[in-house]
């Protein structure tokens, strides 16, 4: 059936006969794999993007007999990562028996609800609104990709009939038109009026292709796509320079990354005047290329076609005008600088909404950027958490090949402003965001925990990635920091948290921390000094490096980090959050204790002291006090414990019982729960007050504060 050596140049042909004979007579399992497949190559769709199906018989569940069933992608998913429960499965006769109802494109919304009535599976996922794309075509295995060499044939201004000449009409051509099932139905129709075609460009949008078995169609898909990238190419050269050539240079690499570290927390700031946004950053050789083009002025507002990209990237992106190496450094006059373009944006995207809106359209979403070009450095998104900011960065790198690629071939067609609103403000996409899960206490929120990989930093950091925020996870301790790195990603993800190292007596590793949190996530709302150690020994035992280490790390350390923090807040001008861990030590006299003890005082009142001089930029400092944590920490695996033991007149294993035993809730603490009292100032409940210090100690009458 399939050969091994077949080979594509522009797209992976991964298909392997020994895995698909595992799944030989099973329809469903084998469409699964062919999705996997092609959703594993973004060249072919992007994220999310596309859906797939298959028909097969299957027993009707009441009399026994075989009925057709469909079983496509359902709402939302991605077909890279699909499995059954993400499919959708509907009787086909019965799905077909809609046209007697159907009232025209009119009443086009009022189907999805009527597809409920064709349900095969009642434990399927909702039919989208593609499902009859799908159903009218007779083939039993459907394609439906937004692959970008497909995109800039079909976005191209001659892009019929360069269709036509480029697969000697075995292509055939819809014309664009919302999905639905009007556009079901004239699918069925070009391939009346076309037979033998093995597929069907829609215009703007995307591509169909088909095949009557899972291979065939997998194969045919690659084929076409194949031949879309092939054809670009050969044109890239004959028009002249791509995107009329290069108007200026990029920077070097390195000082890309410093331009774009030092300004993401400003256009951070000025992207979320509604609410908390989180940033992506890339400088994509693809990226560069266009954005650094003498083109960019014309193509840019331009906007994009398939209905994916502009879904994700608002209907244009806002260009900068500062110069590649501006000095960034007066963060308040840059910030002067650029906030009448973005309210040049916002009143564009107002008159956007105020032009194009029906009587019945949903409110007006935010009139903020979610694309930010800036030429010879890069390219900013912002959206409401990094998966969706990065995928809409993904999605605008895919606008610019089809941009680069129609303009190429022809010239570049965006969609009417009228039809991208029509899809933007679609009330059956409002639904599907309606559903969505309300936001965690913390999403929007960035984090830098200092001391995250391990004991009660890495409890911190997993509580606010539980409660919605993303994390720089750090430590001095590569080989520590190396298994957080993992324990985070098969927790939680990549999304979810960017690891670096940080030894925080060291200005160099404090910048590049928080320049790496500017590129990874568009700056910090919250600090946590956590990073620690301790000495304990008797005022003769105690050397002057015992005392310059536990300064260093505790005292300096806390301040320059929180120095550095602040400057990025005050960029963004959100506010933001700085909680010091410090101890029951801060506040209690002990034995054997000078060097550690006076060190968390200091701690403890430099805190004071930041919240009074921080005040006024709503910047919140507040400390949390605990004593005894002794799971998975660092500090107690080392001489700490036997330090504390011998003063005590114990050994180390019955230090957890007696610290307990010498509270007045006689508990023994862990690491989560400073993680909840962290999550407790900063969740939203306490976002008045400052100053205060909490102690997790599980009651030390000697601690209290007042």
């Known amino acids: 059936m399939s050969n091994t050596n077949i080979q594509f140049k522009h797209v992976s042909y991964l298909w392997d006969e020994a895995e698909a004979a595992k799944l030989a007579g099973d329809e469903v399992a084998l469409l699964i794999y062919r999705s996997n497949l092609l959703g594993a190559d973004l060249r072919l769709t992007n994220y999310g993007g596309g859906n797939t199906s298959c028909k097969a018989m299957a027993n009707h569940p009441l009399t026994g007999e075989e009925t057709e069933v469909m079983w496509v992608k359902g709402s939302g998913g991605d077909i890279g990562t699909l499995k059954k429960s993400g499919l959708a499965a509907l009787y086909v006769d019965r799905l077909r028996s809609l046209k007697q109802v159907y009232r025209g494109i009119e009443h086009e919304d009022e189907m999805v609800e009527l597809f409920n009535h064709c349900i095969y599976d009642l434990q399927s996922k909702a039919p989208s609104i593609d499902t009859p794309l799908h159903g009218f075509l007779p083939f039993k295995h459907i394609d439906h990709l937004h692959p970008d060499a497909a995109i800039a044939i079909a976005a191209a201004k001659d892009g019929k009939q360069i269709t036509a000449d480029l697969f000697n009409g075995e ?53 076409v796509v194949e031949r879309c990238a092939q054809y670009l190419e050969e044109n890239y050269s004959k028009k002249g320079p791509v995107f009329g050539g290069q108007k200026m240079g990029s920077l070097e690499a390195a000082d890309r990354k410093k331009q774009a570290a030092a300004l993401a927390p400003v256009l951070r700031g000025l992207c979320s005047s509604k609410q908390s946004m989180i940033g992506h950053f890339t400088d994509d ?28 990237t608002k209907i244009s992106p806002l260009v900068l005008d500062l110069a590649a ?96 609103f029509n899809i933007e403000y679609w009330l059956l996409e409002e639904a ?17 925990v200092t001391g995250s990989a391990g004991g009660i930093g890495k409890a911190i950091a997993s509580k606010f990635i539980d409660e919605g925020a993303v994390v720089i996870v ?21 999304d979810s948290y960017q690891s670096t190292l940080l030894d925080v007596t060291s200005s160099g590793n404090i910048d590049a921390a928080f320049a790496e949190a500017a590129l990874a996530f568009g700056g910090v709302d919250i600090v946590v000094n956590c990073a620690g150690l301790s000495i304990s020994k008797p005022i003769a035992e105690h050397t002057e490096k015992d005392w ?22 005050r960029k963004q001008g959100l506010g933001g959050d700085v909680i010091n861990i410090v101890s029951k ?13 006076s060190a968390k005082a200091a701690q403890l009142h430099l805190s004071r002291l930041n919240a009074a001089e921080l005040g006024a930029d709503h910047i919140r400092v507040n400390v949390v006090n605990p004593d005894a944590v002794i799971s998975d920490s660092k500090i107690w695996a080392g001489a700490w414990a036997e330090g504390r033991a011998k003063a005590y007149g114990i050994t180390v294993e019955e230090l957890p019982s007696f610290y307990a035993k010498r509270t007045l809730l006689n508990e023994v603490i862990l690491p989560e729960d400073i993680a909840n009292a962290c999550f407790a100032v900063t969740g939203g409940l306490l976002n008045k007050s400052t100053g205060n210090v909490i102690n997790v100690d599980g009651g030390v009458a000697m601690a209290f504060v007042r």
């Open 474 to 494: 750090n430590d001095n301790d590569a080989a520590r920091l190396q298994e957080a790195d993992e324990w985070f990603a098969t927790t939680y993800g990549k």
């Open 325 to 420: 190496d501006e000095d960034l450094s007066d963060a308040s006059a840059i910030k002067e600088r650029l906030l009448p373009a973005f309210e040049a944006y916002r009143a564009m995207y107002t008159e956007y909404y105020e032009t194009c809106k029906h009587p019945n359209s949903p409110a007006i979403r935010d009139t903020n950027p979610v694309i930010i070009l800036y030429p010879g450095v890069g390219m900013f998104s912002f959206s409401k958490d990094k998966q969706t900011t990065r995928v809409a960065s993904e999605f605008y790198i895919n606008a610019i090949n089809v941009m680069k690629g129609a303009e190429a071939i022809s010239s570049y067609s965006s969609l009417p402003r009228q039809e991208a």
């Open 285 to 312: 050789s693809r990226v560069l290329e266009f954005i650094n083009s003498n083109d960019l002025e014309r193509l840019a507002p331009l906007g994009t076609s398939c209905p994916d990209h502009f879904l994700r």
């Open 432 to 448: 599907k965001l309606q559903r969505m899960p309300k936001p965690k206490a913390l999403s929007g929120r960035i984090a830098l």
């Open 171 to 223: 292509i055939g051509w819809v014309e664009w038109q919302k999905p639905g099932f009007d556009l079901g139905l004239q699918l069925k129709q070009c391939l009346d009026e076309n037979p033998g075609i093995k597929g069907i460009m829609l215009g703007a949008h995307g591509l169909f292709t088909w095949g009557d078995t899972a291979y065939e169609s997998y194969l045919n898909t690659l084929e």
């Open 585 to 597: 030590n801060a506040l209690v006299s002990g034995p054997n204790n000078a060097g550690y003890g």
């Open 548 to 569: 310059d280490l536990l300064y260093d790390v505790l005292v300096k350390g806390q301040f320059f980090v929180t120095q550095a923090g602040v400057a990025v807040m």
